[in-house]
C-alpha cells in the first residue's frame, strides 16, 4: 500500500476493493499480509482517522493469522517532530528551520495535530524504516540514505529508533532530511543504486513509496503545477531495469491510491 496522506475515504475503498476490509471496514482477508510504506498523515483530511484505522487492522489481522504493519516515512517524522520540537530552530544546513514551519509547508494538517494523543506518537516512533519481505525490500523513500544509517535491517533500524529516543531535534531533522530525499533509482545510474541496497540489504527487488509516479514518469513538475493535466495512474511504476516498484500513485494530485500484490505478474 502507497502513500495515503490523511485520505480515509479513499484508503477504505481501495482496501474494500481488494478484499481486504469488508463492507463495515473490518479485516476480512484472513492470513493474508499487508505492508503500508508510509505517509499516513498530512495534506489530505484526516490523517489521524488513517493511522486509527492502520492500528485497527493491525489488530484484527493479527488475530485472523494474518498481519498489518507499517513503515516510517518522513511524513511521519515531520509531524513527529512538529509536536515534539514547534518552533526549536534546528540547523537546516542552509539557515534555520524549525519542524513546525516545515510541517505546515508540507501539508500539515491543524485537525490532525489537534487530535494527536500519545499512543499515535508511541506508535508512530517504533515503526521499522526497512523490511525485507519474500524477496522484497521495502522502504518509504527512493533513496540511498538507509545505507548512511547501517549496513543490516536491523541496524538501521535500531539506529532510526535510537535517534528519535534521544530527542535531539537536530538530529531527528537530519534523519528526516535524508529520508525525503528522492529520485535516486529514476535516472542514470538509478538501477546500481538500488542494487547497492538490494546488496547490502537482502532482496530482488526495492518497492518503495514516497515520489509519486506522476513525478517518476515526468507527467508533472510538482504538486504546484496547476497547468498540468490530471494524471492516469493504472498501477505501480516498475523501473530500474525492472528492480523498482513505485507505490505512490499520487493521490495528493488527483492520482489514486495503490494497493499490490505481490509478487507482480510478468
Known sequence: MGDVHGYLDELVAALQDKGLLDAAGNWCAGTARLW?????????PDGIGVIDLVMRLSAEAAAAGGYCKALMGNHELLLLGAKRFGDTPVNSG???ATFQAAWLLNGGQKTDMDRLQDHH????????AVEEVDGHLLVHS???????YGRSIEEVNDTVRETLTRNDADEVWDLFRKFTKRFSFRDEGGAD???????TYGGTRIVHGHSPIPYLLGEVGSEDDEESNDPVIEGPHVYADGLAIAMDGGVTMAGKLLVQQLPLGT
Open 36 to 44: 503500508f510504506l508510509g505517509d499516513f498523515t498530512d495534506r489530505g
Open 94 to 96: 542552509a539557515g534555520t
Open 121 to 128: 506518537l508511541q506508535w508512530m516512533s517504533r515503526l521499522d
Open 142 to 148: 527512493d533513496t540511498t540514505a538507509y545505507l548512511d
Open 193 to 199: 543504486a538500488v542494487r547497492s541496497l538490494l546488496d
